[in-house]
């Protein structure tokens, strides 16, 4: 009986906790891999748990539509793409509660069936894409292809199609498919919204707008343990692939889990902002996007879109207050009026007189002691009042600041425009939010973020404008931050491939117009992978960024040189008269590379073999340039490295 009574009391103290777990389901977007590592962590941790979450994860089959099944309430979170907003203006009620990828992974890769093969070829061709990859059909219409001439077919999560001629393209990952064909021996060629600067945000989890009415502390609960588990998985992706391996996929290898993981990094940026961030800015830029090739309207708003796990300070209510000030101020003349002509009732006149002005000293602390700072003005722009903590921000004193106009504040680095639009909406009677940089005392130029709107007096005529100014300068440093990353090789700060081809590209128009000559060097270091297998790879990317300043060193301010991966670089030179120019240019950086290199008290020497391909002469488009060069390039390896090369075609037929 003793023992009866104990395993009771067991079962007993569990059920608590039992209870205590809500069962949610999250979905994903596609099969289990390293892809969905901080989800998978977040349960296998006891992060759900401790949230007090039992939390299903389901992966993606064929036919399986993530933004149906959250619609539905089938699941409850699900993992989605930025075309969310498309389903958001089709009246679906989504959510986005956090961005994991600063950079979208998707791209079309088709088979490498001839040299000069590019997006365009895919008119009229079969494209196997996935649900919710509207981003790629973006990039087709911004390419100039009609999507009603393409045969688009339901994604089967699997390149055997691609591979075998079933279809002519697919959707993609970067993390993914590269990996997959490249086991495979396949040629192929990848085409990537962002070479057209359709730059948008990747594996944006999302939930309903009934999930986060009904459940917000679920909602609120659920975002930040799935962010914990993406934290630890990026910085221990050895320990998470083995947990893959063991627990959820099985179609995966190792090798496959480490090449997802390490691109993922590129893609996620964690070293310059925290997992989950969404800039609103970010979003409404792909709304414009979007709705440039006539998929939104104009405008769409993003109200509720963007899910607030710590709203924005409501400054709304200093408006309201400070209207009631102005207002009760107005009702103490009246009241003073009042008792004038009607002595009789004094009494009662002074009791309202003396409560006003105790609301009036409430009203009056809360601004003064508000953590933003607060500058009113009259109607002709003169500023009446500031709060301490203006003061404290601008570096200005109260003598300095008050009866004069805002103008001293402004920099001389904002367009006119905005303060245009500014006052435009403020003479309609209208408030105003929006971006200015402003003028410190001490000329220190920083970014705001400015709240303005007119006060009004019970005929609606305008007697006083309120501005809160909220300094958000260290995140504009964070976005421009991010933006270089995404143009910028980050060990060498030169262009990446991205920018590179860009310039390639506005150089070749230039040249056709103008009917002048260009040339296109491709740089690749000998001996690179001998430095990195016997110093190690510190010692080699110190290499790579003392390579890179000597290839600066020999170019005029017009060219462009840029690291295009590994060891390898291009350079760019959009004007030269003859081939002399290029070839000096080209043993000029040859020769500075010889020389030796002194790292952290090394003596290293290498060498170089450059390619030159010729505007007209060896191509008129960048691929065709970038290939030539490339190809020169192995003809001065094939001759012994350490040389430069012209691009000689081929005597026969390719």
């Given at each position: 009986m003793k023992f009866i009574l104990i395993q009771l009391l067991c079962v007993l103290l569990t059920l608590p906790r039992a209870v205590a777990s809500e069962g949610?389901?999250?979905?994903?977007?596609?099969?289990?891999?390293?892809?969905?590592?901080?989800?998978?962590?977040?349960?296998?941790?006891?992060?759900?748990?401790?949230?007090?979450?039992n939390v299903e994860v389901k992966e993606a089959q064929p036919g399986i539509d993530p933004l149906l099944e959250v619609v539905s309430g089938r699941a409850d979170f699900a993992t989605g793409t930025s075309s969310l907003l498309l389903a958001r203006k089709a009246g679906k009620p989504v959510v986005v509660l956090g961005v994991i990828f600063q950079h979208s992974p998707y791209v079309l890769i088709a088979l490498e069936k001839k040299p000069l093969q590019s997006i365009h070829d895919l008119n009229d061709k079969r494209i196997m894409i996935e649900p919710l990859s509207e981003?790629?059909?973006?990039?087709?219409?911004?390419?100039?292809?009609?999507?009603?001439?393409?045969?688009?077919?339901?994604?089967?999560f699997k390149t055997d199609a691609l591979i075998g001629g079933g279809v002519d393209a697919i959707s993609a990952y970067l993390t993914n498919e590269p990996f997959i064909l490249d086991q495979a021996g396949v040629k192929?060629?990848?085409?990537?919204?962002?070479?057209?600067?359709?730059?948008?945000?990747?594996?944006?989890?999302?939930?309903?707008?009934?999930?986060?009415?009904?459940?917000?502390?679920?909602?609120?609960?659920?975002?930040a343990a799935s962010l914990r588990g993406w934290e630890y998985a990026m910085a221990n992706p050895d320990e998470v692939i083995q947990l893959i391996l063991r627990k959820y996929s099985k179609h995966k290898s190792q090798a496959q889990l480490e090449f997802e993981a390490a691109q993922m990094i590129a893609l996620m940026r964690t070293d310059l902002i925290a997992v989950g961030y969404m800039n609103p800015g970010r979003w409404r830029h792909i709304a414009d996007t979007y709705a440039e090739i006539g998929m939104l309207p104009n405008h769409f708003s993003l109200d509720g879109f963007?899910?607030?796990?710590?709203?924005?300070?409501?400054?709304?209510?200093?408006?309201s207050l400070?209207?009631?000030?102005?207002s009760l101020l107005a009702l103490v003349g009246i009241i003073a009026l009042y008792i004038h002509r009607l002595n009789g009732r004094l009494a009662k006149s002074l009791a309202e007189g003396l409560l006003t002005e105790q609301r009036l000293k409430v009203f009056s602390t809360a601004i003064e002691q508000s953590p933003t700072p607060v500058l009113i003005t009259g109607p002709n722009r003169v500023i009446q009042y500031v709060n301490p903590k203006f003061l404290e921000e601008t570096g200005y004193s109260a003598a300095e600041t008050l009866g004069r106009t805002p103008t001293f504040l402004r920099s001389e680095d904002t367009d006119d425009s905005a303060y245009q639009e500014m006052w435009d909406y403020l003479l309609q009677g209208q408030r105003w939010e929006g971006e200015l940089q402003t003028r410190?005392?001490?000329?220190?130029?920083?970014?705001?973020?400015?709240?303005?709107?007119?006060?009004?007096?019970?005929?609606?005529?305008?007697?006083?404008?309120?501005?809160?100014?909220?300094?958000?300068?260290?995140?504009?440093?964070?976005h421009q931050r991010l933006a270089h990353s995404a143009h910028y090789d980050m060990l060498t700060q030169l262009p990446n491939r991205i920018l590179l081809f860009e310039r390639v590209n506005q150089a070749l128009v230039r040249a056709k117009r103008n009917q002048t000559r260009l040339a296109l060097l491709f740089i690749d270091l000998d001996k690179f992978k001998l430095v990195n297998d016997i110093h190690g790879h510190a010692i080699g990317d110190l290499l790579l960024e003392d390579a890179a300043k000597r290839m600066l060193g020999g170019l005029r301010d017009s060219d462009s040189v840029g690291r295009i991966g590994g060891d390898e670089f291009m350079v760019l030179l959009p004007e030269i008269s003859s081939e002399s120019d290029a070839s000096a240019v080209a043993e000029k950086i040859r020769e500075s590379l010889n020389q030796p290199f002194s790292l952290d008290g090394k003596m290293l020497v290498i060498s170089s073999c450059i390619g030159i391909a010729l505007f007209p002469e060896h191509g008129v488009e960048v691929a065709e340039l970038a290939k030539n060069a490339d190809e020169a390039m192995y003809q001065a390896k094939s001759l012994g490295g350490d040389r430069v090369s012209f691009f000689v075609p081929a005597s026969g037929p390719n």
């Amino acid at each position: 009986m003793k023992f009866i009574l104990i395993q009771l009391l067991c079962v007993l103290l569990t059920l608590p906790r039992a209870v205590a777990s809500e069962g949610v389901t999250l979905q994903l977007k596609w099969e289990h891999a390293f892809q969905f590592a901080g989800y998978y962590v977040a349960k296998e941790k006891g992060y759900y748990e401790q949230a007090g979450l039992n939390v299903e994860v389901k992966e993606a089959q064929p036919g399986i539509d993530p933004l149906l099944e959250v619609v539905s309430g089938r699941a409850d979170f699900a993992t989605g793409t930025s075309s969310l907003l498309l389903a958001r203006k089709a009246g679906k009620p989504v959510v986005v509660l956090g961005v994991i990828f600063q950079h979208s992974p998707y791209v079309l890769i088709a088979l490498e069936k001839k040299p000069l093969q590019s997006i365009h070829d895919l008119n009229d061709k079969r494209i196997m894409i996935e649900p919710l990859s509207e981003e790629l059909l973006a990039y087709l219409k911004r390419e100039g292809i009609a999507l009603d001439s393409l045969k688009l077919l339901a994604h089967n999560f699997k390149t055997d199609a691609l591979i075998g001629g079933g279809v002519d393209a697919i959707s993609a990952y970067l993390t993914n498919e590269p990996f997959i064909l490249d086991q495979a021996g396949v040629k192929y060629q990848i085409y990537t919204p962002r070479s057209v600067g359709i730059d948008f945000y990747g594996d944006n989890l999302f939930t309903s707008e009934q999930q986060i009415k009904q459940h917000p502390e679920r909602v609120k609960a659920f975002r930040a343990a799935s962010l914990r588990g993406w934290e630890y998985a990026m910085a221990n992706p050895d320990e998470v692939i083995q947990l893959i391996l063991r627990k959820y996929s099985k179609h995966k290898s190792q090798a496959q889990l480490e090449f997802e993981a390490a691109q993922m990094i590129a893609l996620m940026r964690t070293d310059l902002i925290a997992v989950g961030y969404m800039n609103p800015g970010r979003w409404r830029h792909i709304a414009d996007t979007y709705a440039e090739i006539g998929m939104l309207p104009n405008h769409f708003s993003l109200d509720g879109f963007l899910y607030e796990a710590s709203p924005r300070a409501d400054l709304s209510w200093i408006y309201s207050l400070l209207w009631t000030a102005l207002s009760l101020l107005a009702l103490v003349g009246i009241i003073a009026l009042y008792i004038h002509r009607l002595n009789g009732r004094l009494a009662k006149s002074l009791a309202e007189g003396l409560l006003t002005e105790q609301r009036l000293k409430v009203f009056s602390t809360a601004i003064e002691q508000s953590p933003t700072p607060v500058l009113i003005t009259g109607p002709n722009r003169v500023i009446q009042y500031v709060n301490p903590k203006f003061l404290e921000e601008t570096g200005y004193s109260a003598a300095e600041t008050l009866g004069r106009t805002p103008t001293f504040l402004r920099s001389e680095d904002t367009d006119d425009s905005a303060y245009q639009e500014m006052w435009d909406y403020l003479l309609q009677g209208q408030r105003w939010e929006g971006e200015l940089q402003t003028r410190r005392k001490s000329g220190e130029i920083y970014w705001e973020e400015v709240h303005v709107g007119p006060v009004k007096d019970s005929e609606g005529k305008t007697t006083h404008y309120v501005a809160m100014l909220l300094d958000i300068n260290e995140r504009k440093k964070i976005h421009q931050r991010l933006a270089h990353s995404a143009h910028y090789d980050m060990l060498t700060q030169l262009p990446n491939r991205i920018l590179l081809f860009e310039r390639v590209n506005q150089a070749l128009v230039r040249a056709k117009r103008n009917q002048t000559r260009l040339a296109l060097l491709f740089i690749d270091l000998d001996k690179f992978k001998l430095v990195n297998d016997i110093h190690g790879h510190a010692i080699g990317d110190l290499l790579l960024e003392d390579a890179a300043k000597r290839m600066l060193g020999g170019l005029r301010d017009s060219d462009s040189v840029g690291r295009i991966g590994g060891d390898e670089f291009m350079v760019l030179l959009p004007e030269i008269s003859s081939e002399s120019d290029a070839s000096a240019v080209a043993e000029k950086i040859r020769e500075s590379l010889n020389q030796p290199f002194s790292l952290d008290g090394k003596m290293l020497v290498i060498s170089s073999c450059i390619g030159i391909a010729l505007f007209p002469e060896h191509g008129v488009e960048v691929a065709e340039l970038a290939k030539n060069a490339d190809e020169a390039m192995y003809q001065a390896k094939s001759l012994g490295g350490d040389r430069v090369s012209f691009f000689v075609p081929a005597s026969g037929p390719n």
